[in-house]
């Protein structure tokens, strides 16, 4: 068995687990050199994103303020997160996370993790998913959103599930949306869970059209009317002797 196979059958067991469709072995590697950069970049400046299902209201930040409700975000594909959470007494005891691209290599087992019981109710370890996106007013700032909830985790998987599918069909699978709420019923008691609001598909090229044109608006790029790319120069013919 080539490295190559064994590669594309780790990747394979690995997006199977989590109910998504496998990535090659080429995107993953993207993916990863897409990460890097982001990493070295950002020098750490993140913002968090939450969602609270008993009051139905986002918050972004260290300061918990409720994000501006006419903003715009796009998610990346590559940015996205799993883990996972253990609460006790309404608070985060532990917290494991890492890169679904590297879950062979930084994930942890259920069965490794630590007992920090006793558990109250609701306490204890939880699975974990999450986004990474960016505000179009701001784009060069990361925003993260995790959740451990099992109506916020559906949320983020069917987004997930839809962008390896557009990806997988060399679509355009970076989703602008907006935050919204819906409210449902579970034991006779209303909560709410999160709602990402698609408004357009982009690809990679038009928003980076949009980060170096400071003449597009956030519009222009929901509409897909960035600019064509430069046609590459003909070669020139040397003249007949």
Same mark, same amino acid.
Request: net charge negative; aromatic share 8%.
């Given at each position: ?119 109250? !109710?609701? %306490?204890?370890?939880?699975?974990? =998913?999450?986004? &990474?996106? *960016?505000?179009?007013? /701001? $784009? ?72 170096? !044109?400071? %003449?597009?608006?956030?519009?222009? =790029?929901?509409? &897909?009317? *960035?600019?064509?790319? /430069? $046609? ?10």
């Amino acid at each position: 068995m080539t490295e190559e196979t064994k590669t594309a059958g780790a990747l394979a067991s690995f997006m199977g687990s989590a109910g998504l469709p496998a990535i090659d072995k080429k995107a993953a590697a993207q993916a990863l050199a897409q990460s890097a950069d982001a990493g070295s970049s950002s020098g750490g400046d993140v913002d968090y994103l939450s969602f609270s299902g008993k009051k139905g209201v986002w918050s972004l930040g260290r300061d918990k303020e409720a994000p501006d409700p006419d903003s715009v975000y796009i998610i990346d594909p590559y940015a996205g997160l799993e883990g996972w959470t253990c609460w006790k007494g309404g608070t985060v005891a532990e917290k494991h996370q890492w890169s679904p691209f590297e879950r062979d290599m930084q994930g942890v087992a259920a069965s490794a993790l630590k007992d920090h019981g006793p558990y109250g !109710d609701g %306490d204890g370890w939880q699975f974990m =998913l999450g986004l &990474g996106m *960016a505000d179009l007013d /701001e $784009p060069t700032k990361m925003i993260q959103f995790s959740t451990t909830s099992k109506s916020g985790r559906n949320a983020v998987g069917d987004l997930q599930k839809e962008m390896i599918t557009r990806m997988l069909a060399d679509e355009p699978d970076m989703p602008v949306i907006t935050l919204g709420s819906v409210d449902f019923t579970a034991h006779g008691k209303v909560n709410s869970k999160p709602v990402f609001e698609t408004l357009s598909w982009v690809t990679r090229e038009e928003f980076s059209a949009f980060m170096n !044109d400071p %003449d597009m608006s956030i519009d222009d =790029l929901i509409d &897909g009317e *960035a600019p064509a790319p /430069e $046609p590459a120069p003909k070669a020139r013919r040397r003249a007949a002797a």
